[in-house]
């Protein structure tokens, strides 16, 4: 009785609203999972060829920073309904705008990450006979690894925050709860959602933080090292 | 096939078309829903938000950095700032009495997002600072006010106007946002475009929005090289 009391009495924290809409906080959660994993997936097929593209060459790489900190710039809000003539009320907006958003932070580490790699490493690889394929998939990039998954980090973070935002769409995960929550003033559903929200980010933060440990051992030795 | 794409391209054509009408209707501006309102309104919110956040963070910053303290706290703040969601903020905001407040819960959001760039750019400015050039200032004598005020904040300036360019751009994005939750504001063009399915406005809105944000960013990169005060030094020094 008293359970059911939190959501008759419109309480922040009420466990009832959890338990009862659990299916409801499942989609939303879930919709939100997929939509920041294809933006940010997408935003890296796209942001490495870009950062090939301009490693080296000071214009291109000029014109790819220019023209991804302006699309940055752009608020969210404006960028999804600037989309919205081409492709309606979809989640294909929603990715779009988020994967326009996540370019600026790849294209940017995966840059420095690739520039970073020292000239003589890249030497003696050439000197042992590495061709420019084998060279940038089997040298290069292991050692741009730590600078790009950094960015894969932030810009997972910030895609988790902003896909809320495509609850004016209709598609924005969790944010689709927090919406209908202020139209219908329920504290529960809009705290739980902004709560869980958070802890996707965090969640997600975390995975890759192991990934990276995973896939870069050596730098945590080094690190390590480096404390002592 | 090809009548579909042209059917696309026209259609897209046309709400491009009709947005721009929407744009040069004078009726479109005037009043209380009127682009000039609104513009009014996101005006005030930004400015307002973005002088508070400086007041705010600017001198906290500026003061753990000339100690060296709180350097985790200055960093992670950014962190936190990126992993919550502006809507929810202003969602929990809508659900206090705080909504009765008019821009209030607007102002308190945008504040809360434009207080970590500045933070943490200020402060990683300050503590970059190359420490042999505070040592040697140190060993000509300069108190700890005059180090602050002839070495170190000049050399952190660029660093600290990243911040403020950074929490600009962040407060008139976030301002849109607001329109969300029922609160005023440019992003009101678009919502009220969403509402009424009405899309050749809710792109003129968002073509208003979007131009706004480049324009405080294009006004600050300008601003940032008149002003500042390495420039002139630099230019001083290559011309004996």
Redesign the interface.
């Known amino acids: 009785m008293s359970a059911q009391n939190c959501l008759v009495r419109n309480d922040w924290i009420c466990w009832e609203y959890v338990h009862s809409r659990s299916q409801e906080l499942t989609d939303a959660t879930v919709q939100h999972v997929w939509i920041t994993v294809v933006s940010v997936l997408i935003g890296l097929l796209i942001a490495f060829p870009l950062a090939l593209l301009a490693r080296g060459r000071k214009a291109v790489a000029g014109a790819v920073l220019t023209l991804t900190t302006v699309l940055y710039t752009v608020p969210s809000l404006a960028m999804f309904s600037l989309l919205l003539p081409v492709f309606g009320l979809s989640a294909s907006l929603v990715v779009t705008g988020l994967v326009l958003y996540s370019l600026t932070i790849l294209v940017r580490n995966i840059l420095a990450g690739l520039e970073a790699v020292p000239a003589e490493v890249r030497e003696a690889a050439r000197g042992m006979g590495y061709g420019r394929i084998r060279l940038l998939f089997e040298v290069e990039l292991p050692l741009a690894l730590p600078a790009l998954l950094a960015g894969v980090r932030i810009a997972t973070v910030s895609t988790v925050a902003l896909t809320t935002v495509g609850s004016v769409v209709g598609k924005g995960g969790l944010g689709n709860l927090i919406g209908d929550g202020v139209q219908s003033t329920f504290k529960a559903q809009v705290l739980t959602a902004s709560v869980l929200c958070v802890l996707l980010a965090l969640v997600a933060d975390l995975l890759l933080l192991g990934l990276q440990r995973l896939l870069t051992p050596w730098t945590r030795i080094r690190t390590t090292a480096g404390a002592r | 096939m090809d009548t579909h794409t042209d059917d696309g391209g026209g ?2 054509m046309g ?2 078309a009709d947005a721009w009408t929407w744009l040069t209707t004078g009726s479109n501006w005037s009043g209380d829903d009127g682009a000039w309102h609104r513009l009014a309104e996101h005006a005030y919110v930004s400015g307002v938000s973005l002088l508070v956040a400086c007041a705010i963070a600017l001198p906290l910053a500026l003061w753990l950095g000339h100690i060296g303290r709180g350097g985790a706290l200055a960093v992670n703040i950014s ?1 936190v700032g ?8 202003l ?2 905001l ?2 206090t009495p705080l909504r009765k407040e008019g821009y209030l819960p607007t102002i308190i959001a945008l504040v809360l997002f434009a207080v970590p760039p500045l933070l943490t750019n200020a402060y990683v400015g300050m503590r970059e600072v190359d420490r042999s050039v505070v040592e040697a200032a140190r060993g000509m004598g300069m108190s700890g006010g005059q180090l602050f005020a002839r070495v170190e904040l000049p050399l952190a300036y660029p660093l600290i106007m990243i911040g403020v360019r950074s929490a600009a ?1 962040q407060v ?3 301002a ?2 607001a ?4 609160l005023g504001g440019l ?1 009101r063009i ?2 009220a ?2 509402a009424t399915y009405n ?1 050749p406005q ?2 003129a ?3 208003l ?2 131009l706004l ?2 324009l405080v ?1 294009g006004v600050l990169v300008v601003a940032d090289r008149l002003f500042s005060p390495l420039r002139h030094r630099r230019a001083q020094g290559t011309t004996p």
């Open positions: 259609a897209l709400v491009m962190n990126r992993a919550v969601p502006v809507f929810a903020v969602a929990l809508m659900l751009v008139v994005a976030t849109t946002i329109s969300m939750v029922g992003g678009i919502t475009g969403f899309t809710v792109v809105g968002a073509i929005a979007a944000a480049l960013e």
